[in-house]
């Protein structure tokens, strides 16, 4: 899903998207035969330097070649102009969405273009994993991948008029490592230094060789104006309301601090005739406004104080838009196919913990969550039970262990549970009835077997230390309350003392970026490619880092090697074998209790907006591909 898009219609809180992109596959450079290769081969064989190229590819050839007119999910004939109202949940209090501090607004995302900012190249949405020139004109990426070299376009301009040089690159790179949030230091880690070579070409030279994905995730990085952060009034480490200088398609035009940020579409913008961007960025005007409850938000698009819901609560797709403007054909309904990978969805355990640590006690309260029977009360059963953390992708684990994947595994077999070669992984299931007491006998039978006994309140304790079976669930999205209360309730029928507390969005966020909670829901994506990012989610080194997206504080060696095989995997099969075998240890280590997904996006919007008859099945591309109506 697009980043920008996600920030609108999703608590930010809950949902931990993989933006590095929404699918891999190997890389493979595509070697265009066109004129300026033709042109330029003798002289860049006889330097030995590689051509410079407008796109590369993760696999396979690039599917639009240099002359490319548009990407085929846009619409180049798209009426410009119309305000497009959006709505976000929680409360925004900085316009800085690289740092730790503070909570961004909507429609800024850290990593990749977004409203504002730009990055060197631009991911297609109808390709697997292709990054196409943006702010750098071509790319340049030898054999062995050693280094790769961005060459930036002449006519990319920042808001002020001044030019997009390759000493911003430079500086942004060095302030994002030194200042951004520690997410940068994982993705990045694997960089020896970057230098402007001229005015308008930066390179990066690499520690290791054979990092397939580090040029392409370079790309993606957001390219910062150095004057404007370097001047005395601007602190890149602290947030602020002040709206910073961009080189990207909108201004931020108005900021109402909490409430609502009103984007403007640039004039002068310098990339509005590149091919990348034509029947995008349609809308003269972009709004977000903020509700502190998804139940107003509701109410207020059934209302039409904006236009456009991603609904994700299937009970309320079902019975709350049966209202007089859904019935005229005021407002739209459609279920469009995602066909992004579902990642994993679900109640994490915070292993800092001390009641925690035991895999035993993670599996026993994991026997307590009927979803069978929540999955049939709230959703009408419209949800799948997840089972992977690379749901709904070839790279999910499935069966037992066999090929290469149990290779992988014989390597680290005496530090795996046996059940990782025996048996296929599957989440606790019921008849949906709501008895699940074999489910909670099991239960009970682990936290005995982890020294856990029944107190004389009922509250079990350990047996050596005392402790009580005592823990709490937080979230900053109160919907989920109703799916967690009736866990609860078996949760308190085996001896374990949990409640639920919903907080708002500024405070949820800051103990997240503190680990300051014993349990929480959070939805963590995935791409059909992982690499880089899964350092930050589960490597070791990250679980003490405030900031980082190692949220579990998982400290397992036999992940964090896994981990290396996954970024070093030299082939698409070889990286298919290596991620089934990373996804089975962290599920049979119990780490998360999982939910559900849905592999459709379910949307509703007033009738002024208009979208590509093709969409992509990655992103609905709400905020850039689609219009307003002008006869509305």
């Known amino acids: ?112 273009s977004n409203l504002v900012f730009e990055s060197l190249m631009e991911q297609s949405n109808d390709e697997p994993f292709t990054m196409y020139g943006l702010l750098a004109e071509t790319i340049e990426l030898p054999e062995d991948r050693s280094w790769v070299a961005f060459n930036l376009r002449p006519e990319a301009k920042w808001a002020d008029g001044s030019p997009v040089t390759a000493k911003d690159v430079v500086w942004s790179f060095n302030t994002l490592m030194e200042k951004g949030t520690p997410f940068f230091k994982a993705y990045y880690g694997d960089v020896k230094n970057v230098t402007a070579t001229s005015p308008s070409r930066v390179k990066f030279t690499f520690l290791h060789n054979g990092n397939a994905e ?19 009034s601007h602190d890149f480490s602290k947030t602020t309301l002040s709206p910073p200088m961009g080189s990207g398609p909108y201004k931020i035009d108005q900021v109402v601090p909490g409430r609502s940020i009103t984007y403007t579409k640039r004039d002068d913008w310098w990339g509005s005739d590149l091919s990348i961007n034509k029947g995008r960025y349609n809308f003269k005007n972009i709004v977000y406004d903020y509700y502190l409850d998804d139940n107003v938000a509701l109410e207020a698009f059934l209302s039409g104080a904006y236009d456009v819901r991603l609904e994700n609560t299937a009970k309320l797709w079902a019975t709350a838009y049966k209202t007089p403007a859904v019935n005229s054909g005021d407002i739209q309904k459609e279920e469009i196919q995602n066909g992004r990978p579902a990642g994993m969805q679900g109640y994490i355990f915070n292993l800092r913990r001390d009641i925690f640590k035991d895999p035993k006690v993670r599996e026993a309260i994991g026997y307590a969550f009927d979803f069978d029977w929540s999955n049939k009360q709230f959703a009408y059963g419209s949800y799948t039970r997840t089972k992977s953390y690379f749901e709904n992708s070839e790279l999910a684990s499935n069966g037992i262990p066999q090929g290469r994947e149990l290779e992988i595994l014989e390597e680290f077999r005496d530090q795996l549970p ?36 029944l107190g004389k309140n009922g509250v079990r304790v350990h047996k050596d230390t005392g402790t009580p079976l005592r823990f709490e669930i937080i979230d900053g999205n109160p919907v989920f309350e109703r799916w967690t209360l009736p866990f609860i309730r078996n949760l308190k029928r085996i001896g374990v003392d949990a409640n639920f507390r919903a907080v708002d969005s500024a405070q949820y966020q800051n103990r997240m970026n503190n680990y300051d909670y014993d349990m929480t829901i959070m939805s963590i994506g995935q791409s059909s490619s992982p690499g880089n990012e ?98 509305n």
Do not use: C
Not at 39 to 56: E, K, M, R, Y
Not at 85 to 109: C, E, H, Q, R, W
């Open 1 to 112: 899903m697009n980043p920008a898009f996600a920030a609108g219609f999703f608590n930010a809180n809950i949902i931990l998207m993989s933006y590095k992109k929404y699918l891999l596959i190997g890389l493979v450079l595509f070697w265009p035969l066109n004129s300026l290769a033709q042109n330029t081969d003798s002289s860049a064989n006889a330097s030995n330097l590689p051509i410079p190229q407008h796109a590369v590819s993760m696999h396979g050839e690039v599917k639009y070649g240099p002359n490319y007119t548009h990407f085929d999910y846009a619409n180049p004939n798209a009426p410009k102009g119309g305000t497009l109202k959006l709505s976000a949940l929680g409360s925004f209090d900085s316009l800085n969405p690289y740092i730790v501090k503070g909570s961004p607004a909507a429609g800024l995302t850290f990593l990749g």
């Open 214 to 232: 580090l040029p392409l995730i370079l790309s993606q990085m957001p390219v910062l104006p150095e004057t404007y952060w370097s001047g005395e």
């Open 418 to 453: 046996n059940k990782v070669f025996t048996e296929e992984y599957s989440p606790p299931a019921s008849d949906g009835s709501g008895n699940i007491r074999a489910n909670l006998r099991v239960a009970a039978e682990l936290l005995e077997e982890a020294g856990y006994i």
């Open 534 to 631: 899964q350092l930050d989610f589960w490597g070791s080194e990250k679980a003490d880092i405030p900031g980082s997206r190692n949220y579990i504080g998982i400290k397992n060696p036999v992940i964090d090697e896994l981990i290396r095989m996954v970024i070093e995997a030299p082939s698409r099969d070889e990286l298919v074998a290596r991620t089934r075998a990373l996804d089975r240890v962290l599920l049979w280590n119990h780490y998360v209790v999982p939910h559900w997904h849905f592999d459709k996006w379910r949307i509703a919007y007033w009738n002024k907006l208009s979208r590509p008859e093709t969409l992509s099945d990655l992103t609905p591309g709400i905020s850039d591909t689609w219009w307003v109506e002008q006869d």
